[in-house]
């Protein structure tokens, strides 16, 4: 790991860190799984008590367990990979993925590592739940695309962390600080110049 990253924050974990790839993942965090768990045991606990017919049970069941997973974060993964100069954004559904029998719910998304020129945090409202934060790439060409599809709920600082590091990865923070450094200089040599005119 590098510069005092523990690997572990709740936003992402660190699987690679080598100076040509970053890769990065995130998995359903204990939200869901509660969610999971205490839905699933709703419908169970129905199923148990109810006189009705093994079907309905069954539906019972299968319903409860149906909005839970449709409530479930993805298992979502993101590499920077300065030899081939690409990133790539990964997402696998475990609700898409039983709805449609394993035929789909992976999505993979390809960009140019060359035409990022920024990468920052954004706060998201998440209905019920308030503020949610998560890492925006943004593309030269004004497109933005999300680390992750879920933001992260609660606090700032893990989801800055990672944006952080991905900044140091890339050296962006060296690049935007040589970039104003340049910008400061141009202003000083104008100013510099008009008061030898004048």
Same mark, same amino acid.
């Given at each position: 790991?590098?510069?005092?990253?523990?690997?572990?924050?709740?936003?992402?974990?660190?699987?690679?860190?080598?100076?040509?790839?970053?890769?990065?993942?995130?998995?359903?965090?204990?939200?869901?799984?509660?969610?999971?768990?205490?839905?699933?045991?709703?419908?169970?606990?129905?199923?148990? /008590?109810?006189?009705?017919?093994?079907?309905?049970? %069954?539906?019972?069941? +299968? #319903?409860?367990?149906?909005?839970?997973? @449709?409530?479930?974060?993805?298992?979502?993964?993101?590499?920077?990979?300065?030899?081939?100069?690409?990133?790539?954004?990964?997402?696998?559904?475990?609700?898409?993925?039983?709805?449609?029998?394993?035929?789909?719910?992976?999505?993979?998304?390809?960009?140019?590592?060359?035409?990022?020129?920024?990468?920052?945090?954004?706060?998201e409202r998440v209905? /019920?739940?308030?503020?949610?934060?998560?890492?925006? %790439?943004?593309?030269? +060409? #004004?497109?933005?695309?999300?680390?992750? @599809?879920?933001?992260?709920?609660?606090?700032?600082?893990?989801?800055?962390?990672?944006?952080?590091?991905?900044?140091?990865?890339?050296?962006?923070?060296?690049?935007?600080?040589?970039?104003?450094?340049?910008?400061?200089?141009?202003?000083?040599?104008?100013?510099?110049?008009?008061?030898?005119?004048d």
């Amino acid at each position: 790991m590098d510069d005092g990253w523990d690997g572990s924050m709740g936003y992402m974990t660190v699987e690679t860190n080598s100076p040509t790839l970053l890769h990065l993942k995130r998995a359903p965090g204990i939200r869901s799984w509660s969610l999971l768990v205490g839905i699933t045991s709703a419908g169970l606990a129905a199923a148990y /008590y109810s006189s009705d017919s093994i079907l309905w049970k %069954l539906f019972y069941v +299968a #319903g409860c367990l149906f909005v839970a997973l @449709q409530n479930m974060e993805e298992w979502e993964e993101a590499m920077f990979d300065k030899t081939k100069k690409l990133i790539e954004l990964k997402t696998i559904s475990l609700y898409a993925l039983l709805l449609t029998l394993w035929r789909r719910g992976q999505e993979r998304i390809v960009l140019d590592l060359a035409q990022l020129c920024d990468v920052c945090v954004e706060e998201e409202r998440v209905r /019920y739940l308030g503020k949610g934060y998560h890492v925006m %790439l943004r593309l030269a +060409a #004004g497109i933005s695309y999300p680390l992750t @599809q879920s933001a992260t709920m609660g606090g700032r600082s893990d989801v800055e962390a990672v944006a952080s590091l991905v900044k140091r990865f890339l050296g962006m923070d060296e690049m935007q600080r040589k970039q104003q450094e340049y910008e400061d200089y141009g202003e000083y040599d104008s100013t510099d110049s008009d008061n030898e005119a004048d």
